[in-house]
């Protein structure tokens, strides 16, 4: 329940947000939308085909910049602090993600989409994002190869070491396919929820701020200004010193030990390790 709670508070601070800054990007869109150097597709089935495709795109590649970049991860953390997964997740908000959100559509009016129709297909598919946060729904077949489904989604909020960062699409699975973020949900592997270091009982503030804060931590080191920048816009987990891991870190560490487990041996553990085995599993 106090879970839940939480979920609908940031679903309404993220709206607010959107609600009052709406204006705004709205306009920014429109501007850019009287610069646009390509006709709108005038069959109407195809615009909005084009469209759903071009908007799912960038929302990936947004996403995708949410889990590489602290500074966005400070916003999109949220989203992931959860323990649970259940609808109500999806309604986990990146309480100030409407701020820059806009950003990424700017190059859809560049190239004759109408703003309007942008916000009216985010709209949309966000509410397919929402209804895939569920661990009611298996494996749907031919689909899993499609489209963004509860078990693709169930990896993505997973902390499992190799399933962070993975799955980043919101109706499609393809992107993550061609761009090499995919990961299937193992059988083996049940997924764990939530952010990889186990989190504390919060309030709201501190659910909102608290990678804030420790960013606040890193800037107050006696370190120059270029390893500030480095810890504000690097991947969550990086430091100067490889004391801490990020996610590929992480991964590059199992995936060695794994081939360790698996090394080939004589029984008196003497002859060399099989060097074309050990490529074929990297």
């Not at 297909?121 to 729904?137: D, K």
């Not at 990896?155 to 990961?183: E, P």
Request: charged share 20%; aromatic share 16%.
């Amino acid at each position: 329940m106090k879970d839940t709670l939480t979920n609908a508070a940031l679903m309404l601070l993220n709206g607010g947000i959107d609600l009052l800054f709406r204006a705004a990007y709205v306009s920014v869109l429109i501007w850019f939308y009287n610069f646009s150097f390509v006709e709108p597709i005038a069959d109407p089935w195809l615009y909005w085909l084009a469209l759903f495709l071009a908007e799912d795109l960038a929302f990936y590649t947004l996403h995708y910049v949410d889990h590489h970049c602290r500074l966005f991860w400070a916003v999109h953390v949220t989203h992931h602090s959860s323990e649970h997964f259940n609808l109500t997740t999806g309604f986990r908000s990146s309480v100030f993600q409407p701020l820059y959100r806009f950003i990424y559509f700017i190059p859809l009016v560049l190239v004759g989409f109408n703003p309007a129709d942008i916000i009216v297909m985010y709209s949309i598919t966000q509410i397919y994002g929402i209804i895939v946060h569920t661990e009611y729904v298996g494996k749907l077949g031919w689909l899993e190869y499609i489209f963004v489904t509860p078990s693709h989604h169930r990896v993505h909020h997973a902390s499992n070491i190799q399933y962070l960062d993975k799955n980043m699409g919101m109706c499609l699975i393809i992107w993550d396919r061609l761009f090499g973020t995919f990961q299937e949900e193992l059988p083996g592997e049940p997924p764990r929820y939530g952010l990889t270091k186990s989190a504390e009982p919060q309030g709201l503030g501190q659910t909102v701020f608290h990678e804030w804060k420790a960013i606040g931590e890193d800037f107050a080191l006696p370190i120059n200004f270029k390893t500030k920048l480095k810890y504000l816009f690097k991947a969550p987990g990086w430091s100067p010193d490889g004391s801490r891991e990020t996610s590929k870190d992480l991964q590059r560490k199992l995936a060695a030990q794994v081939i360790a487990d698996h090394r080939p041996q004589t029984a008196d553990h003497e002859q060399a390790v099989d060097r074309e085995y050990v490529n074929q599993q990297i």
